[in-house]
């Protein structure tokens, strides 16, 4: 039996659905399609660009559960929907594989394909503990009951309003996309008729990304163990699997409750005897 005390995680992303589900979720229900085939493509590029998905928001909550061990993505990256993503994607270690519709706007087959994978990575790697299912659709029941028999953790994420209850149901544990440290929902008007109205709504991004990841660790650090108060041990470690190259030496900090000293804004800190305790700072909670 796979070792929980040694958490490693497992993840796959049926990206297809992750970004039709979530442009639905942002632009009403059923844009996606419609959209897609009627809109001007500039004017659908907008729409795109306006519900953007944050990767980086999903293989961060995966992370906080162990180890990542391999993370892949299923979609057709030839697609310019989907190529837009594949540079962030390779830069987070995320396998792509191509799966090639077999028409325009068909099904392109990822839940098979991840099912297969998924079932023979568990007897490939048997040590894995967790698997996380990134997708919303009823498909992938069996492949979370199967897991489940297998002596994994299913975990799933999938986009609030568009995920089938029986996934959410299969899984141990279930997550909408929405929910995820760092991601809302943009606040978007109705298609733009020009590039002036357009222009209004691209999305708010922050200048002090090393921030940003301090605080979306210590939501999720919080929300697994359900305290207020979290170890800086175990945030240090998370902040570790979520950046690999997060050094608080290489920021400029002598140590690590030095870096959080210096992020007032966004955490609390106290030392009880010879035991450092963060929590978010109440402005940000």
Known sequence: MPDLQNPRVAVYLDFDNIVMSWYDRVHGKSSYMRDRQKMPDA???DQLAAARVDVGAIIDYAASFGTLVLTRAYADWSSPVNAKYRDQLVARAVDLVQLFPAAAYAKNGADIRLAVDAV????????????????????????????????????????????????????????????LPGVSVPQTEKPATDAATRRTRKTKTTADPEGDLLERALRLESERTDDEWVHASALKSLLKRMDPSFSEKSLGHRSFTDYIAAHPAIADLKEEGNVRLVRLAAERA
């Open 43 to 45: 004017e659908f590029a």
């Open 120 to 179: 023979e990575d568990m007897f490939r790697l048997p040590d894995l503990t967790h698997v996380v299912i990134v997708a919303g659709d009823s498909d992938y029941v069996p492949l979370a009951q199967r897991c489940k028999r297998l002596g994994r953790v299913v975990v799933g994420v999938g986009v609030a309003g568009s995920t089938a209850k029986s996934l959410a149901a299969a899984c141990d544990q279930f997550d909408s996309y929405d929910s």
